[in-house]
């Protein structure tokens, strides 16, 4: 059973709504969101990239950095352009981007639920993230961002929130400035979601394995804090759900999460292809699952990737394949989590970026991959297995800030 708990979402005042809302913290970097937010002092961005607010000096991992966090988020409720809802609500995200609609439910979910597994994972979450985003949720009080979720839909709720949505006018709609539209309804009766959903057997975390992590770890703290105060927090406590956007697995596009590696050498270059024989190609991206094109040397080419030697549904995605039988043995690649000679370009930069490292000497060879599917992912979640990192880039993204849940 998947469990959806409505809840007193903090919500943008709709005529602020494109000032504050802002990516998510961890598609940008530091200077990225510093310059994302200059003069815009509702940006969201004050409360999920707070360093933004320091000196540009400062470990952005000093208590300084997490307090300034509480303090924007607490200056946006101050000024008035975030309300908090009177009951317990659930609300419909939608995204329109390149002529398709994505539309999802936005609730919490539980942190129970994420611990035994019926919340299904397919990544692996590093130490690092998860205490920075604990830290930051536990000094704001809150989860400031959702989770990218997703489920098979053979209850017809796809078809729930369409006719919902046609029968309201959405709370704001608005371009965010890079071709996506995004847009929210409130439901009208969120009992009826709750419903549909107990007959759900799982869900999958699509986007944001770092945030679930940080949700369940900061539900433990506070949980045991409160124990040794001799005051157990109840179940139905909010510390003990996180938001989530649950979209439909026939709605989810993931882009290719391509690989670029910093040096190589002449007696790499021949080993590889003497065992892969690519060829030159004119097009950039890989047609099918196996095939993979890279950039060297000026040109483009491709190769297929070998079969699977095991069993198992990590062992025939292609990031592992790539990882195991090319970047490893014949590139020298170790852990791609740690290995400094290789870096992950995701999403929408696409092949373009990829030739312009190599011609502006940042990486020495590329590699375009073939986007994951999203049944690859579900398969893999419900094996129990981890992928690769970096196998999956997830578009469009969810926009921060326009539906806060505190504890």
């Known amino acids: 059973m998947a469990l959806l708990h409505p809840f007193k979402g903090w919500l943008p005042i709709s005529n602020h709504v494109q000032d504050i809302a802002c990516v998510p913290y961890d598609v940008i970097n530091t200077e990225e969101a510093r310059a994302l937010a200059e003069g815009k002092p509702n940006s969201y961005l004050h409360v999920v990239r707070p360093e933004i607010t320091c000196s540009p000096k400062t470990d952005i991992h000093a208590d300084e950095v997490y307090e300034a966090g509480a303090r924007e988020w607490a200056k946006l409720q101050e000024n008035g352009v975030f309300y908090q809802e009177e009951a317990p609500s659930l609300y419909i995200y939608q995204l329109d981007w390149m002529g398709k609609t994505q539309t999802g439910l936005y609730s919490c979910i539980s942190v129970k639920e994420y611990n035994e597994d019926v919340i299904l994972k397919h990544e692996l979450t590093r130490p690092d993230k998860e205490e920075d985003r604990t830290r930051h949720m536990l000094t704001l009080s809150s989860h400031p961002e959702p989770v990218m979720v997703t489920f098979n839909d053979e209850q017809g709720i796809t078809e729930m929130m369409t006719q919902e949505m046609a029968k309201h006018d959405p709370l ?32 999958y975390i699509a986007d944001g394995h770092h945030r679930c992590k940080s949700a369940a770890n900061a539900a433990e703290r ?15 406590h909010e510390i003990f759900f996180f938001p989530a956007v649950i979209f439909p697995m026939s709605e989810m596009r993931i882009l290719a999460y391509n690989r670029a590696i910093t040096k190589v050498t002449e007696e790499q270059i021949k080993a590889f292809e003497t065992e892969f024989s690519p060829e030159e190609t004119t097009q950039p991206i890989p047609q099918k699952k196996g095939d993979v094109c890279v950039f060297y040397g000026g040109s483009w080419k491709t190769f297929h990737l070998p079969d699977p030697t095991t069993p198992g549904a990590v062992a025939s995605l292609d990031a ?72 999956t880039w997830f578009e469009p993204k969810l926009r921060s800030g326009l539906v806060v849940h505190t504890f």
């Open 172 to 203: 704001f709609s608005f371009d965010a400035g890079d071709g996506v539209r995004h847009t929210l309804w409130k439901c009208e009766d969120p009992a009826a979601y709750v419903s549909a959903f107990d007959s759900v057997p799982n869900i």
């Open 320 to 391: 592992e394949l790539l990882q195991t039988r090319v970047l490893t043995p014949r590139f020298g690649i170790g852990d791609p989590r740690t290995d400094p000679n290789i870096f992950f370009v995701g999403g929408r930069r696409g092949t373009e970026e990829l030739e312009n490292l190599v011609q502006k000497g940042e990486a020495m060879i590329t590699f375009s991959m073939f986007p994951t599917s999203i049944q690859e992912l579900v398969d893999v979640s419900d094996a129990g297995e981890l992928m690769p990192p970096k196998s």
């Open 222 to 236: 506070l949980q045991n804090e409160a124990i040794k105060a001799g005051a157990e927090l109840p179940e139905d």
